[in-house]
């Protein structure tokens, strides 16, 4: 009977273990089976070393993804296998919640010692069929000493950008640095969908050819690339090492609907416990997250799965009791116990204790809450004192010390400017909110600014600082605060508490010349009086600059878009981020070429001698883009007509101006004054910058030229003559010509194309 009974709890014992390895199992089973849910079911997940999840899918067709830009090509040819996009040969590498990061292509050029070409590698991306667009991680970099390269993008906003890289030795060529000598950097927008690469050499590499025969130009990620000096110049590998450690990086979104749209339709991707975000890309589209207490893939039914914060009792935020609820927890007490349950809490206390628990939960309190009182305190004290020593280091880092001498020695800049302090500014621009945003450049950002006294201001924050221009840039703002010119943007003060200056303009609120002249909101009101006064307006706050100013000053980046207009419309010259302050004794400074495509002074360019007169030359483009309505460079445009300074002097010598002329110019002006302009842009656009007039001779004639009218019946004579002039040619109907402005979204066509049946590289492009 004993030995029955010992079976019997041997029995009960192996039943219960049993069932104990069971639990065991089927909740090992029912994690592993949770943290791998991140596809369709009976679809593969990883391909090589990249695992993917939903809502891409392995297998082209093979309903794993949820639409074709999102089927991943596993080739299995190669160990390991290789994962590429839809039928394109993209291998892709990475997989985020917002991006994906895939292989590069780099465009090159090599020479011989002749200068002979001898390899020359072109490339261009098109995304704009596809759910993916380029982000703004990706930097255009451009390697060399004897070249000059640029960007052409299209897609939320169109952009050409550039650079030009001069150099003479391989010393002087820093590594790890990538600042302009033998490498360059230059940023691209958010929502980019097009681009391709034009790269070209200004002597072949016949100079530099002993350490520099090849050129370089292509878009990556920022953060991958790492600039090595000359070596990368002789380095045989640097292709393949370049594009191999340098992914580009794309954007990805569902759809091109937003949310609230999405949510209507019967294919909406957001499964159960997850919340939908808009893609900010300017296409549409959205994303989908876990919400707040939940985890696993948004796409696959049945969403997100909630995560058990009382699955570990060894790690768990409850002293006694854990009870696990929907995206949340909640702790409590076992009977016979009170208190909030929490480890960080009051805990659970045993209602039979002859503890004094009362006293000693107030004595508790009242302790905690002087010790927290205490400890926020010394917090905030730290805090004030190191943004207070943060602030202070930031202002003798940025020349502060300087500045303060500089105004104390100049009486007169005491009362023209003002050291603003940092949280003035922040007060100013609501934080530097998002909304605040006026304008974004090569330099930095704009905000529009509120100032205590009601004023309202443009405040502009720097890209970066380097220390080596700390010393110019205080004299040349110092110099620029006493300029006093009623068509020159007011530089009101600075603030050197941030970790990058920040300059305080007066601010101008009605919009560019650019955008009046190339949109129809600036038809209405941009009359030829208009034009010529504006014009006048503009070469005089120049000429002031040049010879008026105290310390003369070149504007190096003289282009429609830095005209500004205020809500009279008078003109008022602005944006001297990239300026040079000139010595009376120096009538050239050597400097490394800036300016925008289209208006850059070709010699300048080629000599790297900046001058008053490279000022002259870029102002005859606007002067000519003024008369014309065309953009300096639009390269939809014929090759004959793509660079409009070209253009618009072949026109004056082959007597076609009247062809090229907005037709409300020529209505409006007459044929003596048209011609009298179209000559003082001949004078400006000459290719020999002496043989260019001054400023002050270009303000002098404009301002003589806009006084001059007669009565509208005085010049009919002139005007039946253009009108006959245009009949005999062919014209006769050019003041019906309905006023628009350009196309905005030029066809640009390459050699790197993604759409929905393939996507190719070039053949001599490494994969």
């Known amino acids: 009977m004993q030995r029955n009974m010992q079976l019997l709890v041997l029995w009960f014992r192996l039943c219960g273990l049993a069932l104990t390895l069971a639990t065991t199992v089927d909740n090992t089973t029912t994690t592993i089976t949770k943290a791998t849910t991140i596809a369709k079911p009976d679809c593969i997940t990883r391909c090589g070393n990249l695992t993917v999840p939903y809502p891409f899918g392995i297998g082209l067709g093979s309903n794993c993804s949820i639409g074709e830009w999102f089927d991943i090509n596993c080739d299995t040819s190669s160990y390991p296998p290789k994962p590429f996009i839809s039928k394109s040969n993209i291998e892709l590498y990475d997989i985020s919640d917002t991006q994906v990061r895939v292989s590069n ?229 076992p009977h016979g116990y009170f208190g909030d349950g929490q480890k960080s809490g009051r805990g659970c206390i045993a209602k039979n204790s002859q503890f004094p628990v009362i006293k000693f939960s107030l004595g508790m309190g009242f302790g905690f809450l002087s010790i927290l009182i205490g400890i926020t305190w010394l917090y905030f004290s730290i805090t004030t004192r190191k943004l207070i020593k943060s602030r202070e280091k930031f202002f003798q880092q940025n020349g502060g010390l300087l500045l303060k001498q500089q105004v104390s020695s100049n009486e007169g ?102 955008h009046h002249i190339h949109s129809r909101e600036g038809m209405s009101w941009l009359s030829w009086e208009n034009r010529l006064r504006i014009a006048a307006e503009s070469a005089g706050a120049l000429a002031y600059l040049h010879s008026a100013a105290s310390t003369p000053i070149i504007h190096r980046d003289v282009k429609s878009a830095n005209i500004l207009l205020d809500e009279h419309y008078t003109t008022k010259i602005s944006d001297f981020g990239a300026s040079r302050l000139i010595p009376l004794d120096q009538a050239q400074v050597t400097t490394i070429v800036q300016g925008t495509l289209g208006y850059l002074d070709p010699e300048c360019f080629l000599t790297s001698q900046l001058t008053d007169k490279s000022d002259v030359y870029s102002f005859g483009v606007v002067l000519a883009e003024l008369l014309t309505g065309k953009k300096p460079f639009c390269s939809e445009r014929s090759q004959e007509e793509r660079n409009l300074a070209g253009y618009f002097i072949m026109s004056v010598k082959e007597n076609r101006l009247l062809h090229i002329l907005e037709p409300r110019v020529v209505r409006e002006g007459t044929l003596e004054q048209l011609q009298i302009v179209a000559e003082l842009v001949k004078k400006c656009l000459n290719m020999n910058g002496e043989d260019r007039p001054t400023m002050k001779e270009v303000a002098m004639e404009l301002e003589a030229l806009s006084k001059f009218t007669k009565h509208p019946w005085a010049n009919q004579h002139d005007h039946e003559e253009a009108l006959s002039l245009l009949s005999e040619n062919g014209q006769s109907d050019l003041y019906t010509v309905q006023l628009s402005p350009l196309n905005n979204n030029p066809d640009i066509s390459g050699q790197y194309s993604l759409d929905s049946s393939q996507l190719t590289f070039p053949a001599n492009s490494p994969r």
């Open 413 to 514: 800049g005491v009362e023209s400017s003002k050291i603003f302090t940092a949280e003035e500014l922040e007060k100013a621009t609501n934080n530097y909110a998002e909304d605040r945003i006026v304008g974004r450049g090569g330099y930095g950002t704009v905000y529009k600014g509120i100032l205590p006294d009601k004023r309202v201001v443009a405040i502009k924050k720097s890209r970066i600082m380097d220390e080596s221009q700390i010393e110019p840039f205080i004299n040349e703002m110092v110099i620029l605060t006493q300029v006093n010119h009623r068509n020159v943007v007011k530089l009101m003060g600075c603030c050197l508490e941030s970790e990058v200056p920040l300059l305080v303009y007066e601010f101008v609120s009605n919009d560019t010349l650019f």
């Open 105 to 333: 292509v780099m465009a090159s050029k090599c020479y011989n010692q002749m200068g002979g070409l001898v390899e020359d590698k072109t490339t261009w991306t098109d995304l704009r069929t596809t759910p993916y667009s380029f982000s703004e991680v990706n930097t255009f970099t451009v390697l060399g000493c004897d070249d000059f390269a640029y960007i052409h993008g299209s897609g939320k906003h169109n952009f050409t950008m550039g650079c030009g890289l001069r150099c003479s030795k391989a010393e002087d060529v820093l590594n790890g640095s990538c600042s302009g000598i033998g490498c360059c950097h230059t940023s691209v927008p958010k929502g980019l969908k097009y681009y391709d690469v034009s790269l070209s050499s200004w002597h072949n590499h016949t100079g530099v050819w002993s350490f520099n025969p090849c050129s370089y130009a292509f878009l990556g990620e920022l953060d991958s690339f790492t600039f090595r000096g000359a070596s990368d110049f002789s380095d045989p590998d640097f292709v393949n090492r370049t594009l191999t450690e340098v992914p580009l990086v794309f954007d990805w979104v569902i759809g091109n609907q937003s949310c609230i749209k999405s949510k209507k339709s019967n294919d909406f991707a957001c499964e159960s416990n997850s919340y939908c975000v808009d893609s900010d890309s300017g296409y549409g589209g959205y994303r989908c997250s876990c919400n707040t207490g939940y985890e696993g893939n948004p796409y696959i039914s049945p969403g997100c799965q909630d995560i058990n914060e009382c699955a570990n009792p060894d790690n768990n935020p409850c002293v006694k009791k854990c009870t696990n609820t929907a995206g949340s927890f909640y702790c409590s007490c």
